[in-house]
């Protein structure tokens, strides 16, 4: 596997691991020799999923193959959640800004995943952006009106969505995601490691190398990357889509009730030390992103109270 252009794309798999840090500030360039935007999350934000797909690409889905709108669609001011043959797609809809994240969108995915995953139609779900752009990130003005606890929750509860999700779930990645694979810049960004991060990389990668990537900013390429085993499968941006729709509708007509009992078995043993590595590091990144933003006497508090 040799390293990619801007031109192609990637269909990663992440055992487990959703890779998302969404605090960038503003997209974050890559050498020309990674994929279309190499970076982990907008991820970082790292966000745990169980057996996720990414795939990177410049176009957004776009045919009749993503589904027709859901029922519950219009409850959602900036998610748009279409269904076909099994599959439910929930994509990031705030093109014009790079469908960074907003304090309804956090608190939306999670109101959208617990549809896909009481839908008893709905076999596996994947998540995408619209435009060019995957997902920029958390959105630099939220939290401007919530205390510090308030925010922990919603990071908290955000987190824990993707650990519980009990089905397949599938992240297909279009565009630019900051931290979403290859680039993690929490060090950079003055925050801490979060969507369990600090549990997974070294799981998967050792040590040292997750500690290369999570606390120094290292750019990963695509080789790296599958050497890594974060990637599995590479596919030209051009035919991404026609590629990768036919794998979704093929899982999606495995037993469900199969696919429930296989990602449990390996997700369940694990779960609750999941979450709570995910209590401990949405408390981290809350201080880190509301120091300027709280008043002292709330962030006095917070900090007796946690730490």
Known sequence: MSVMSPQRALLLIHRNMRIRSGWSKHLLSGPSTLPYHPSGPCIPRLALVSNPVRALSSEAPTGPGWGTPTADNDRYDNLH??????VRTITFNRPE?????TEKMFADVVNALEE????????????????NVFCAGNDKTNFQNLTMKQVQELLTRHMAAFIDFPKPLIAVVNGAAVGAVFFTPFSSLGITLEGCSSFTFP??????KAYEILMFNKLVTAKEAYDLHLATKVFPASSLYEEVWPRLQT????????LIYSKALTRDVIKDRLHKINIEE?????ECIMVDKATKEDYDKYIAENF
Do not use: H, I, W, Y
């Not at 959640?81 to 099994?86: E, L």
């Not at 899982?251 to 199969?258: D, I, R, T, V």
């Open 97 to 101: 800004k790079k469908n960074a994240l």
């Open 81 to 86: 959640v279409t269904f076909r043959d099994g």
């Open 251 to 258: 899982m999606a007509k495995l037993p469900q009730k199969s």
């Open 116 to 131: 896909a995953a009481k839908d008893p139609d709905t076999v596996v779900t994947a998540t995408t952006g619209a435009g």
């Open 203 to 208: 799981r998967f990668m050792g040590q040292a």
């Open 282 to 286: 949405c408390k981290r990144v809350t």
